[in-house]
């Protein structure tokens, strides 16, 4: 299985700050990768696919980046909103695997 | 528009069956594909298994042996069955439309299943 690994295991930004998860694969994904925000209670909402796609409706300030085994979700100037639990996930192969989260909070 | 929503039963006791339903609506089962994603309290998001649009399914071996997905295309509705419960097994399971190739788009709100006596 390819095994997904993401820091920092949690993260406090200000107001307008910009943030960066990382998300590192166990073999190469080849872009197959696509990020998600969970708030509590909720499911899961994709934001990002293909390393760097923009979902439909999701703000311009999240941007994905990468390729190979390395990826990054940057937050562009940090909303109240953006405050929840952020997942990479690979699509290269099954079985579906996800990385461990990342905890953002608004300081 | 599209939509999943899990539906079964909260409590389940330890060795007995969870059986849960995902039904759809927007989309046929028939050109779409379902995965179900469960995730234990605190914890993160595990992938469990998938049938395709074909009907044919797979699973995640760490589970294969007590998993079962299936579906009745004239409900539109997926099925999951795992059997030999334990408490481990306690999480909010979620179903999401899988498209080939694609990330889960649609997801469902979750059910959640807690495993105790």
């Known amino acids: 299985d390819i095994q997904m690994t993401q820091s920092p295991p949690s993260l406090s930004a200000s107001l307008g700050e910009t943030v960066s998860i990382e998300c590192r694969a166990s073999e190469d994904i080849y872009s197959n990768l696509a990020w998600y925000q969970q708030k509590s209670g909720k499911s899961p909402q994709l934001l990002i696919y293909y390393a760097s796609s923009l979902q439909d409706g999701v703000p311009s300030r999240f941007s994905g980046s990468g390729s190979g085994t390395q990826y990054s979700l940057k937050i562009s100037g940090m909303q109240p909103e953006d405050e929840g639990v952020y997942y990479c996930?690979?699509?290269?192969?099954?079985?579906?695997?996800f990385g461990g989260g990342t905890k953002l909070e608004l300081k | 528009q599209v939509q999943l929503k899990e539906s079964g039963p909260g409590l389940v006791q330890p060795s007995q069956t969870l059986s849960l339903t995902c039904t759809v609506s927007g989309l046929s089962l028939t050109s779409n594909s379902v995965s179900w994603i469960r995730q234990p309290p605190g914890k993160g998001l595990e992938w469990m298994g998938v049938i395709w649009s074909n009907g044919g399914t797979d699973y995640n071996s760490a589970i294969k042996s007590r998993l079962s997905i299936s579906r009745d295309t004239s409900k539109s509705q997926v099925f999951l069955k795992m059997n030999s419960l334990q408490t481990e097994d306690t999480a909010m399971y979620f179903c999401?439309?899988?498209?080939?190739?694609?990330?889960?788009?649609?997801w469902g709100q979750g059910v959640m299943v807690t495993v105790s006596s």
């Open positions: 999401a439309r899988n498209v080939p190739g694609d990330p889960f788009d649609y």
């Open positions: 996930l690979q699509g290269s192969k099954y079985p579906r695997t």
